[in-house]
């Protein structure tokens, strides 16, 4: 195929995740209502709050904010995953990061496929956080061996999205058809099914074990559990919600609220009770919740010192809490999360001086148009005090582990802590997926670079580091 006719995976990127967004909102009409209060909650900061609207429009984020969503799957094989992942790189997204999450007593491990280049985000930074079930951790053997084989017995991909994954890798990409044709394929395996693929019994036996398990297994395929809107000001949202008829869960995930926003905040609700039939059973009388909603404010990306000192005070003001953030203890644990972020800087001057913070650089009007006799031997700080030279936050793209662990345990209903002996096992989890996953920190550090080469040339300076 010519590479005229191919059409860009950012394209393709785009046009799953508003497909993704359609088929959800008809899924799961609460989530719409969520999306029409976060569009007005931006609109309303855009308006009260010129700097936030200046700086989304210098970093043209203001053009992608409306597409912004990501969404979470959870499959339960290495097949199943490693067929994902290939899936993914046909619409440009690979897997990025690596969460444990059996610290917080949820048996999986995780990565979020995305866009990994600038470039791509700014078309469509649609992220999927996606999860494989650990079978291993499962103790009972016998348990362990029927979901085994229930899985083994499922085919989570359509026939024509299988050809079209072959298709696309032996091509180097698909047409425009093809494309089309990918984009309804790929979706049916994201779509929920009200039929269960096991008895109400063995649906009992899988819960009881772990509400997770049962979803995984007794399912025909990894349903999208939720789409998740940015917004500029979650604390807003959280507090309109119950006036919209949604219930948020106690405390906002992540950082407390901030001049500088980092990294990430999220807030979740459980959606309803979903009818669902087991196959001993004519009609759906079981009843599963599986989905629910979410939204979350994006802030600046932490260099490895910043994310260091954000791990720092968090664990400093859970330790404190001593206990799970929850209804009873949600105040004090926002005092005591303020208190001990009061350590961490909160100008973007200060973030980007103590290297706390990822930046992208911009050539300003007066560097342009300054003389090269002005520009000579200047220091990045120097071209940055003159004025010829100015920086805005990278957007943290990725997602955060203990957030993660909060908002899977708020939509399990599962307060309960079960201690998994086995942890963190970064090699099995790229084992299954074909490949490794992707460091963060360095697709950050690496944007940072671009910009200033960038900056560098339009100015005729030489390139440096
Ligand atoms: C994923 C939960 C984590 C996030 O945004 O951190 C998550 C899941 O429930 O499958 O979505
Ligand atoms: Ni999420």
């Known amino acids: 195929m010519s590479n005229q006719n191919v059409v860009s995976p950012d394209l393709i990127r785009q046009r799953f995740s508003r497909a993704m967004s359609d088929m959800y909102r008809e899924e799961v009409p609460l989530y719409g209502a969520l999306m029409a209060l976060v569009a007005q909650t931006n609109a309303q900061v855009l308006e009260q709050d010129p700097a936030i609207a200046r700086q989304l429009s210098a970093t043209g984020e203001i053009d992608r904010l409306d597409l912004e969503r990501h969404g979470a799957i959870r499959v339960g094989s290495a097949s199943e995953l490693a067929t994902l992942c290939r899936l993914f ?3 440009g997204m690979e897997p990025v990061g690596y969460y444990d999450l059996t610290p917080a007593g949820v048996p999986v491990h995780s990565t979020a496929f995305r866009a ?3 470039s791509a985000l700014q078309i469509s930074p649609f992220r999927v956080f996606t999860s494989l079930l650990r079978l291993e951790l499962i103790a009972d053997p016998e348990l362990r061996a029927f979901a085994e084989s229930v899985l083994a017995r499922r085919s989570i991909f359509t026939a024509q999205a299988l050809q079209l994954i072959d298709l696309a890798e032996q091509q180097g990409g698909l047409d425009e058809a093809q494309a089309q ?15 269960a693929t096991v008895t109400a019994a063995q649906y009992q036996q899988l819960s009881a074990q772990h509400r997770l398990v049962a979803d995984v297994v007794a399912f025909k395929g990894p349903h999208i559990n939720h789409l998740t809107p940015r917004t500029l000001d979650i604390d807003i949202v959280q507090a309109q919600m119950p006036a919209h008829g949604i219930t948020p869960k106690a405390v906002i995930e992540g950082p407390p609220r901030r001049q ?23 009609q759906a009388s079981g009843s ?12 600046a990306a932490l260099t490895p010192q910043g994310r260091a000192l954000y791990d720092r005070l968090l664990n400093a003001a859970r330790d404190e809490l001593q206990d799970f953030p929850n209804e009873a203890n949600a105040e004090r644990y926002n005092r005591l999360m303020h208190q001990h972020f009061e350590a961490f800087p909160d100008s973007y001057a200060a973030l980007r001086e103590q290297d706390l913070a990822y930046f992208r650089y911009f050539v300003t009007e007066q ?5 090269a006799q002005a520009l000579k031997g200047l220091s990045l700080d120097a071209l940055l005090q003159a004025g010829f030279l100015r920086f805005e936050p990278l957007v943290y793209e990725d997602f955060l582990p203990v957030s993660a662990a909060g908002i899977f345990q708020s939509n399990l209903g599962d307060a309960a802590q079960t201690h998994y002996a086995q942890h963190s096992n970064q090699a099995a989890f790229e084992q299954a997926l074909g490949r490794s996953t992707i460091d963060e920190l360095g697709l950050y550090a690496q944007t940072q670079q ?3 080469e960038e900056c560098y040339a339009a100015l005729n300076l030489p390139a440096r580091n």
């Not at 044709?181 to 039929?195: D, I, K, P, S």
């Not at 990430?264 to 309803?272: G, I, V």
């Not at 599963?288 to 802030?299: K, L, P, T, V, Y």
């Open 260 to 282: 500088c926003p980092i990294l990430l905040r999220q807030t979740s609700f459980k959606a309803l009770d979903e009818a669902i039939a087991f196959t001993d059973q004519q």
């Open 181 to 195: 044709a990918f984009v309804e394929q790929a979706l049916e395996t994201f779509r929920w099914h009200h039929h």
């Open 367 to 371: 560097g342009r148009t300054a003389p």
């Open 89 to 91: 790189a046909v619409m």
């Open 288 to 299: 599963h919740s599986a989905r629910f909603g979410e939204i979350e404010q994006r802030g």
């Open 116 to 118: 990994v280049h600038e």
């Open 450 to 452: 671009r910009s200033l």
